[in-house]
């Protein structure tokens, strides 16, 4: 069925690290891909979108592309702050149609100064 | 303008109790949904509106589990005999309409069941 694998965590870098954090999924079709952030004590944020295959959807440093050869999405950036602490969630809506977001488990990330 | 807000907060039943919780969609947006968050775990959907329509609810655990927008704005999810499995975070999201817009989340609601 429709599924979103994410890169299992906790993720711990240092200070201006370079970081990928990786996502595949199942789907029929072409779903619209999201990256979604939970920082401590607060909601879900959308981060960014594609909703096409080889778009690149970029926000704060923080970029994906959308790769339907490899059905992957997966999250990168240069040089990572201590302000990027939080929990990352891959997301996608699954099959035309369907109006529900499907999650990724999530991946903690935690950057030390 | 004002975000997606949820009340209460946090919200300790006792196991066999109902509860009721409440969303504030923002304003004009047509499409609205419930996730359930379980600690540790990406939010899993429970149920969507298009403004008072109930269009999808298989995501709904148990006829325990009820939602209600009957305006087509606020929304609520209330839960019957609540049980332990029921604690987690309760997640109400909103869109400005239908299709694969990007969903606006609220700060969520954390229940306890006792």
């Known amino acids: 069925g429709d599924s979103v694998t994410q890169m299992e965590g906790p993720v711990t870098l240092s200070e201006e690290a370079f970081l990928t954090i990786n996502c595949t999924y199942t789907?029929?079709?072409?779903?619209?891909l999201f990256w979604y952030v939970q920082y401590p004590g607060e909601g879900l944020q959308l981060l960014l979108k594609a909703t096409k295959a080889d778009d690149k959807g970029s926000n704060k440093g923080f970029e994906a592309t959308y790769r339907k050869e490899t059905t992957s999405f997966h999250l990168e950036k240069g040089s990572v702050q201590v302000s990027d602490s939080a929990v990352y969630f891959c997301a996608f809506y699954p099959s035309q149609g369907a109006q529900k977001l499907v999650f990724g488990q999530g991946t903690r990330l935690t950057i030390n100064p | 303008g004002a975000g997606v807000s949820q009340s209460p907060r946090y919200k300790v039943a006792k196991r066999g109790q109902d509860v009721a919780l409440r969303c504030d969609p923002i304003s004009g947006h047509v499409s609205l949904f419930w996730y359930q968050q379980a600690l540790g775990q990406g939010p899993e959907f429970l149920t969507y509106?298009?403004?008072?329509?109930?269009?999808?609810k298989s995501g709904l655990p148990s006829d325990r589990f009820f939602a209600e927008r009957p305006e087509g704005s606020v929304s609520t999810l209330k839960i019957q005999r609540t049980q332990q499995e029921d604690s987690a975070v309760y997640l109400c999201?909103?869109?400005?309409?239908?299709?694969?817009?990007?969903?606006?989340f609220g700060p969520g609601t954390r229940l306890t069941v006792t």
């Open positions: 789907a029929t079709g072409y779903p619209s």
């Open positions: 509106f298009q403004n008072e329509a109930q269009l999808d």
């Open positions: 999201a909103s869109s400005f309409t239908g299709g694969r817009y990007e969903q606006y």
